[in-house]
């Protein structure tokens, strides 16, 4: 039990997350009230977590959020919570002047299951046929460390949904992000890149599966994918980066077994040393709407800070084929 105990503590720890530091950190005030009005941004996996907060903080700002799930129930659920918070928050906003004491953000339900490419084609032919413009795209959805399982089109589930969903959405709605421009995208990786690899020969985990380094295989993914997009978004006004949002107390590690006698003491140290939904999703806020990243691109971010990536991670020739490949896998070539 100490064992376990020293490892949670080091782990929280070593995601740079203490007490002592951990900011509180408010909603959107009067200043970034409006700051997104008038902006269209989709965000995937909305409907919890990460997602939902991110959802949240740019309905704040009156974005007009798209919240792109899964599953439509639990999102229409999502919709009205917030729906029901963004009316609490213009009661206490009465006494200001109508201009900021108003919020003009709306929410919009649509189905995405990226773990079916078919799924992901509608989803984007719907957006096309209806948005005429697409401000920011927020590929936050994410699967971590389930069971050896497969997507609709055959694809190991952790490489499918967080890389290759995202990489045929990302590329189905490009034009409508440059006819939009200046647009932005913002990948959510995370820090356990770092125990991933390339491994060009079993993409798929088809030959060996284990649950932790297909995680992070896919993270580094999303990182290679951002440099390599944001190489080809080049002179377009479309900008994107990648950021990992810390350790976060969320439902993502619902397929990790936690013994019962241990389940207390995990979720002590989970919310002592965690980040809430709210403080992880500040990154990919501020990605999304700061005008200190107007023009920014391909850089990765921790903290609303620009960090620094492992070599593996910045391998320029390996994101070009991880890229070419991927456009196979996807059917955008044949």
Not at 14 to 23: E, H, T
Not at 47 to 57: D, F, K, P, Q, V
Not at 173 to 191: E, G, T
Request: with cysteine; aromatic share 6%; charged share 25%.
């Amino acid at each position: 039990m100490v064992g376990l105990c020293s490892a949670l503590l080091a782990a929280a720890l070593g995601g740079g997350l203490w007490l002592a530091v951990r900011r509180y950190v408010r909603p959107a005030g009067r200043a970034a009230a409006g700051l997104m009005r008038g902006k269209t941004v989709i965000v995937t996996g909305a409907n919890s977590g990460l997602g939902r907060a991110t959802a949240a903080e740019l309905l704040r700002r009156e974005a007009r959020v798209i919240l792109a799930c899964r599953d439509r129930g639990r999102a229409e659920q999502a919709a009205a919570e917030l729906r029901r918070e963004q009316e609490l928050e213009r009661a206490r906003a009465q006494a200001l002047p109508a201009a900021e004491g108003e919020p003009a953000g709306e929410l919009i339900v649509k189905e995405l299951d990226l773990a079916s490419l078919r799924s992901v084609r509608a989803f984007c032919q719907e957006v096309l046929q209806e948005e005429p413009r697409l401000d920011v795209l927020i590929n936050n959805a994410g699967v971590f460390q389930c069971p050896y399982m497969k997507t609709e089109d055959g694809f190991e589930m952790q490489f499918g949904v967080n890389h290759l969903g995202h990489f045929l959405l990302t590329n189905l709605l490009l034009d409508r992000l440059k006819d939009s421009a200046p647009s932005r995208i913002v990948v959510v990786s995370s820090k356990l890149y770092k125990y991933g690899e390339i491994n060009f020969e079993d993409l798929n985990s088809e030959l060996n599966y284990n649950r932790s380094f297909c995680y992070s295989r896919s993270k580094l993914a999303n990182i290679l994918f951002t440099r390599e997009l944001a190489r080809r978004l080049e002179g377009t006004n479309v900008t994107v980066n990648v950021l990992h949002p810390g350790i976060v107390r969320t439902n993502l590690g619902r397929h990790i077994n936690i013994p019962l006698l241990v389940k207390p003491l995990f979720n002590l140290v989970s919310w002592a040393f965690f980040k809430s939904p709210v403080e992880g999703a500040q990154t990919s806020v501020y990605l999304a709407s700061s005008a200190e990243v107007e023009g920014v691109s391909g850089k990765y971010f921790g903290d609303c800070k620009e960090e620094d990536l492992l070599p593996k991670a910045m391998d320029d020739s390996v994101a070009r084929k991880l890229w070419d490949i991927s456009e196979v896998m996807v059917g955008m070539l044949k």
